[in-house]
């Protein structure tokens, strides 16, 4: 089926199709959708013990990069050393930086309308969401997508594993992730480009099929019968 011919029967179906949280039309094709591409740096590991030190986005359609949001945070405590070390930020960085509740009004402005990504997405939204709540603020509704969980099931064969810069490296990809928030959101849109790519080959071609392949068990790896190269006619 051509992708005409899909789109007509992904509109026919509307009806019986729930809107997606973000508000995008679930038959979007894909060059039209709005990404939001999201990373974050933090004091540690778990958003009940840390909090953020960077947050960064970049918006996207069709492949070209829309705009970019990056700020330093006061995270109210001291960075951890090993952490300096991983990121780069420092204390003497985040003198003068802004409190979380300064940042989210633009970082909630830019992201509205689009569909979220990010690498290991559900570890950013846990800070952003945890901030959200401080602030007494629900939290994001829009729709993700998780690099991570693409990369297993369309390329996982072929690299040693999934981390961000082995598959930036494996996949040649333009921008290597640094630890810092806004070359880490340049990967990750990367590899979401390219992804996109890998998926047109199995059928992927609007928004609701990029989400039903994310949720699809690994079990639907490529190569298996749950996942099957489309046939071109």
Not at 7 to 28: K, Q, Y
Not at 129 to 137: I, S, W, Y
Not at 159 to 174: G, I, K, S, W, Y
Not at 216 to 229: F, I, Q, S
């Amino acid at each position: 089926m051509g992708l005409s011919a899909r789109l007509e029967a992904r509109s026919a179906a509307a009806t019986a199709t729930t809107a997606l949280p973000s508000g995008v039309d679930p038959c979007t094709a894909l060059f039209d959708v709005p990404f939001a591409v999201i990373d974050v740096e933090t004091t540690g590991g778990s958003p009940a013990t840390s909090t953020l030190t960077e947050i960064a986005a970049a918006t996207y359609r069709g492949g070209e990069c829309l705009g970019t949001f990056q700020t330093l945070v006061d995270p109210g405590c001291g960075v951890p050393p090993l952490i300096s070390l991983l990121t780069g930020i420092t204390d003497d960085m985040l003198i003068g930086a802004p409190p979380v509740s300064c940042v989210l009004p633009s970082f909630l402005q830019f992201v509205r309308g689009s569909v979220l990504v990010g690498h290991n997405v559900s570890f950013d939204l846990s800070f952003l969401d945890a901030a959200l709540r401080a602030e007494g603020r629900g939290p994001l509704d829009n729709t993700v997508v998780d690099t991570l969980a693409l990369a297993r099931r369309l390329v996982r064969p072929e690299v040693p594993n999934c981390r961000l810069r082995t598959l930036a490296t494996c996949l040649e990809l333009e921008h290597l992730p640094s630890h810092r928030a806004l070359d880490d959101v340049r990967a990750t849109a990367d590899l979401l480009h390219r992804l996109i790519e890998r998926a047109t080959g199995f059928g992927v071609f609007v928004l609701a099929d990029l989400v039903d392949l994310v949720a699809t068990p690994v079990a639907g790896l490529v190569g298996t019968p749950g996942l099957r190269p489309a046939r071109v006619s």
